[in-house]
């Protein structure tokens, strides 16, 4: 997958539903474009702790590097911070009756998962990631 800048610059990644549909699993899609949750501890990428980075499963934008990522133990990749300042969007989320920060792809749009501030020092921040939302490019 191409390393794909994260800068003002990058253009944004608008498809129709037909496109997303048949680009992306029924997982990918339910989470990236419906804002969907997979099942807490059943993600591949909750385990992975190889060096690399982690990218937008719908666009190849770089979200994550695995410096960042932490063991959080709360069933979903985590991370401290993304991997450039511009890489992810936040946005209120008053779903479910709860106040969170929903994190979204910068590039595409894709629900990612949620930040919380509950994360190790430095930043405190628990960026909690589904893996569908994701795919994983080894250092080489």
Known sequence: ?????????????????????????????SILREKGTE?????????NFETGDYHCAGCGALLFNSGAKFDSGCGWPAFMI????????????????MRRVEVTCARCGGHLGHVFPDGPRPTGLRYCINSASLTFEKAK
Not at 87 to 96: G, M, N
């Open 39 to 47: 099942r807490a501890f059943t993600g591949p990428l909750e385990y």
């Open 82 to 97: 993304p991997a450039d300042s511009k890489a992810v969007e936040e946005h209120e989320d008053l779903s479910y009756g």
């Open 1 to 29: 997958m191409s390393n794909i800048p994260n800068t003002e610059a990058a253009e944004k990644i608008m498809r129709s539903d037909a496109e997303w549909r048949a680009m992306l699993t029924p997982e990918q899609y």
